[in-house]
Nanobody, 119 residues
Framework: QVQLVESGGGLVQAGGSLRLSCAAS????????MGWHRQAPGKQRELLAS??????NYKDSVKGRFTISRDNAKKTVYLQMNSLKPEDTAVYYC??????????????WGQGTQVTVSS
């Protein structure tokens, strides 16, 4: 069974940094894309950044502050978040799309990790 486990969330002051990690486990043959999303209270979940191969994409509001990276050998995706703002407060989710495993081809989500930025 494929699982995504996130870590690295927490409480940080505005201007600070956090690094989120998301490790995929299970009988995985390959993963196409991995990404980070967030959902603030009362708002829809939004895509922040994604990485496919060596190509990365970012939401405009996080460009220059957040960096996504991926370690294929560890099946892990990271999100380095710098210059954090109170409006970055949300639950952060990772996902893996185009996952080929013993379960076939599917998309998986992590359980979410809370990031709180105090002013």
């Amino acid at each position: 069974q494929v699982q995504l486990v996130e870590s690295g969330g927490g409480l940080v002051q505005a201007g600070g940094s956090l690094r989120l990690s998301c490790a995929a486990s299970g009988s995985i043959f390959s993963i196409n894309a991995m990404g980070w999303h967030r959902q603030a209270p009362g708002k829809q979940r939004e895509l922040l950044a994604s990485v496919t191969g060596t190509n990365t994409n970012y939401k405009d509001s996080v460009k220059g502050r957040f960096t996504i990276s991926r370690d294929n050998a560890k099946k892990t995706v990271y999100l380095q978040m710098n210059s954090l703002k109170p409006e970055d407060t949300a639950v952060y989710y990772c996902n893996a799309a185009g996952v080929r495993s013993t379960n076939g081809l599917s998309t998986y989500w992590g359980q979410g990790t809370q990031v709180t930025v105090s002013s």
